[in-house]
C-alpha cells in the first residue's frame, strides 16, 4: 500500500496554464518534502514544509502544508516548458520503535508543459 | 550547497556478474546514507537505511545477501549488486544525511543507471 497518494500520475498542458499537484495521506507527517527530478538524473528539493497549514512560495511555485499535516499541495502559476520533469512529494515519518526516520515517497507527477 | 557524488553514472553488466556502485558526500558529513531504486516513470523506492560504521537496515522485501550495503567512512557509502540479472536492471540512487542535520534532510546523488544484459 502507498502511504503517500499523489496526484494526478500524468500532467500534459499549455504554457500558461495553472495547475495543482496533490499529495494525500491518512498518516501524520513531521514533514513534507517536494522533489523535482529530471531525467537520468537524482531528485533536486524543492521546498520543506514543517507547521500545519503552513504555505512557501518559491517564484511561480505554491507549497502548502494541510492543518492536520496529512496533505500536500503544489500549485504552480503560468507553467512554463521548463517546469516540465517529475514531481515527488516525500513524507517524513518515524517507525513506531524505530530510532531512525525516512522518507516515502508518492508515486510522482509526470509534467510536460507544451509551448 | 551539500553535493552527492556516484560512480559510475550508468554501467552495463553481463548476467552473473557483480557490481559495485558508489556513493559519496563531497562536503560533510554524512550518518546516514540511504540507497533507493527507481523503474522507469515510477517514484523512488528505498532499498536500505546505511549508517557509518553498523549493518545496514533492509526494507522488506529487499535481499541483503544480494545488495550488499557498506558504509565503512563519514563519506562513502557503497552497493554491491551480486549475480546482477536482468530484472535488477533500474536507476539506483543514493541520498545521505548531514551528521548534524534533521534526520529528513537528505541530499541526492544525480543516480546510476544499471543495465544487466
Known amino acids: 500500500t502507498q502511504l503517500l497518494e499523489q496526484s494526478p500520475q500524468f500532467l500534459s498542458i499549455q504554457e500558461g496554464e495553472n495547475l495543482t499537484v496533490y499529495c494525500n495521506s491518512s498518516s501524520v507527517f513531521s514533514s513534507l518534502q517536494w522533489y523535482r527530478q529530471e531525467p537520468g538524473e537524482g531528485p533536486v528539493l524543492l521546498v520543506t514544509?514543517?507547521?500545519?497549514?503552513e504555505v512557501k512560495k518559491l517564484k511561480r511555485l505554491t507549497f502548502q502544508f494541510g492543518d492536520a499535516r496529512k496533505d500536500s499541495s503544489l500549485h504552480i502559476t503560468a507553467a512554463q516548458p521548463g517546469d516540465t520533469g517529475l514531481y515527488l512529494c516525500?513524507?517524513?515519518?518515524?517507525?513506531?520503535?524505530?530510532?531512525?526516520?525516512?522518507?516515502?515517497f508518492g508515486r510522482g507527477t509526470q509534467l510536460t508543459v507544451w509551448p | 550547497g551539500a553535493v552527492v557524488s556516484q560512480h559510475p553514472s550508468w554501467v552495463i553488466c553481463k548476467s552473473g556478474t557483480s557490481v559495485k556502485i558508489e556513493c559519496r558526500s563531497l562536503?560533510?558529513?554524512?550518518?546516514?546514507m540511504f540507497w533507493y531504486r527507481q523503474f522507469p516513470k515510477q517514484s523512488l523506492m528505498l532499498m536500505a537505511t546505511s549508517n557509518e560504521g553498523s549493518k545496514a537496515t533492509y526494507e522488506q522485501g529487499v535481499e541483503k545477501d544480494k545488495f550488499l550495503i557498506n558504509h565503512a567512512s563519514l563519506t562513502l557509502s557503497t552497493l554491491t549488486v551480486t549475480s546482477a540479472h536482468p530484472e535488477d536492471s533500474s536507476f539506483y540512487i543514493c541520498?545521505?544525511?548531514?551528521?548534524?542535520?534533521?534526520?529528513?534532510?537528505?541530499?541526492f546523488g544525480p543516480g546510476t543507471r544499471l543495465t544487466v544484459t
Open positions: 516525500a513524507g517524513e515519518w518515524q517507525d513506531r520503535g524505530s530510532t531512525l526516520g525516512r522518507l516515502y
Open positions: 562536503d560533510f558529513q554524512a550518518t546516514t
Open positions: 541520498s545521505a544525511r548531514e551528521a548534524s542535520g534533521r534526520w529528513s534532510e537528505q541530499y
Open positions: 514544509v514543517v507547521t500545519g497549514g
